[in-house]
């Protein structure tokens, strides 16, 4: 078993991203794990992170906070609302955007593929 406490956690800075703390919690530089890492990310007030797609899965799981995810699907932009205990995937290659349009602190949980 690999555990990490959150004391314990590394805070990361993710590209593209503004107004955002991120803790490693699992995988990457955290623990020897090669299928998936996971994170802690907290959007302030009016943070975010810009239009960028990867090749890699993300699921987002929003525990605390709202957040606004937006998409692209056949050219049309889409905005899909996330509270407390909602998740989303975001598929490979999938363009997305993120923001925090409260005035409240978004904690998210974000599990991505390697």
């Known amino acids: 078993m690999q555990v990490t406490k959150l004391k ?3 805070i990361y ?3 593209q991203h ?3 703390a991120g803790l490693r919690l ?3 530089d955290a623990t020897n794990i090669d299928a998936f890492s996971c994170c802690l990310s907290y959007f302030l007030p009016g943070g ?5 797609s990867s090749p ?3 699921a987002y799981i929003v525990l605390d906070g709202e957040v606004t995810i937006l998409t692209k699907e056949n050219g ?3 905005e899909t609302v996330l509270g407390p205990l909602d998740s989303c995937v975001i598929e490979f290659n999938e363009e997305r955007a993120v923001e925090n ?3 409240k602190v978004v904690t998210m949980l974000v599990v991505i593929s390697n």
Do not use: I, L
């Open 8 to 10: 314990d956690a590394k």
């Open 13 to 15: 800075e993710a590209r």
């Open 56 to 58: 890699n899965e993300k």
């Open 76 to 78: 049309t932009q889409k």
């Open 48 to 52: 975010g992170a810009e239009w960028a």
């Open 26 to 28: 699992q995988g990457a």
């Open 101 to 103: 349009r409260s005035n």
């Open 18 to 20: 503004w107004d955002m």
